[in-house]
């Protein structure tokens, strides 16, 4: 593994996790780089993001999905300027994979945002008939030694490993009392469950679909910069390895321990991770691993201490 150098760096995009759709619509209006991209966005769509944002809570719907991706673009555009940052690769966990794909060139904005947009409607249907028991779990300082034992009887996929404690794994909603249950009583803590489930290999009939009906609409270019997938540590530098990072992510699980091996390999020693971020900035792979530069929404949204005036000075 080569040494990593501390001027060397890399931009890492977060996955999604619980949608706070106004905030992210808060923050496309406040942030003029999030502006810029949500006048690129509505003329790709065709009508407002902005308006169901407003009525939207917590739902993984084509709304938040897009804002999300926005708002990871505009915080990494800011935060490499600020820093004089030149990163030598990319990478995005889950969600994050596109925001990735845009940034290193493989595809402009207004088309991943056509892209997000009909996957999502996708996603949708097929969860209308198919797989709707189906739940994708969270869980943290869970070793995985354990795993087997408190899996043991339940039907499960993994589909993430995200450090050497924190995992996320596939199951059906009726099992998933019994399971944290037992996640409880190893120790460990259950934080989101995914609805729907995501990164599992029983959703094939979904990538197919996908597959069929969307990917093949949009070219991908070779990108400007290698994208180190996060389901098998790999560079990506063609379009076509481009497209199908993203379209695979639908059934191969985040394996994000060999995107950061990678990162050290090309000698990284400094990680911009831009986007709302619920995880990754806590995981000792990562954190022990780079100097971690943090561009987070919720940073821009604080509301900033107005300054204090003098105080009049009687005659």
């Known amino acids: 593994m080569e040494s990593s150098d501390e001027n060397t760096a890399a931009v890492l995009f977060p996955g999604m996790g619980p949608a706070r759709a106004r905030e992210l619509g808060r923050f496309l209006v406040i942030d003029p780089l999030a502006r810029r991209l949500l006048g690129v966005a509505e003329q790709a769509l065709g ?96 070793p995985e030694t354990a795993l087997g034992e408190i899996l043991d009887g339940i039907g499960h996929e993994l589909s993430g490993r995200f450090d050497d404690e924190v995992h996320l794994v596939t199951l059906r909603e009726s099992d998933l009392d019994e399971f944290v249950r037992r996640v409880r009583a190893a120790g460990g803590y259950a934080l989101t469950t995914m609805r729907p489930a995501a990164h599992a290999r029983m959703l094939g009939g979904l990538r197919d679909r996908l597959a069929e009906e969307v990917f093949g609409g949009f070219g991908f270019s070779d990108p400007d910069l290698p994208i180190v997938s996060d389901q098998d540590g790999e560079p990506v530098r063609t379009g076509d390895e481009a497209a199908s990072l993203l ?53 821009t949204l604080k509301p900033r201490p107005r300054p204090r005036l003098p105080e009049a000075v009687a005659a």
Do not use: C, K, M
């Open 47 to 142: 009508r407002s993001l902005l308006d169901p944002l407003a009525r939207a809570g917590e739902e993984y719907n084509e709304h938040t999905q897009i804002a999300f991706v926005l708002a990871s673009l505009a915080l990494a555009e800011r935060a490499e300027r600020d820093h004089g940052l030149a990163p030598v690769a990319v990478g995005g966990a889950s969600f994050g994979e596109r925001a990735a794909v845009v940034r290193a060139g493989a595809l402009p904005v207004a088309d991943l945002v056509r892209l997000v947009d009909a996957v999502a409607r996708r996603e949708r249907e097929y969860f209308e008939t198919a797989h709707r028991d189906l739940v994708s779990q969270f869980i943290v300082r869970t």
């Open 247 to 299: 379209l695979e992510s639908t059934v191969n699980a985040v394996r994000l321990p060999g995107l950061v091996h990678r990162f050290a390999r090309l000698g990284v020693g400094r990680v911009l991770l831009a986007g709302p971020d619920h995880l990754l900035h806590r995981l000792p792979g990562l954190t022990s691993a780079f100097t971690l530069l943090r561009a987070d929404l919720r940073d």
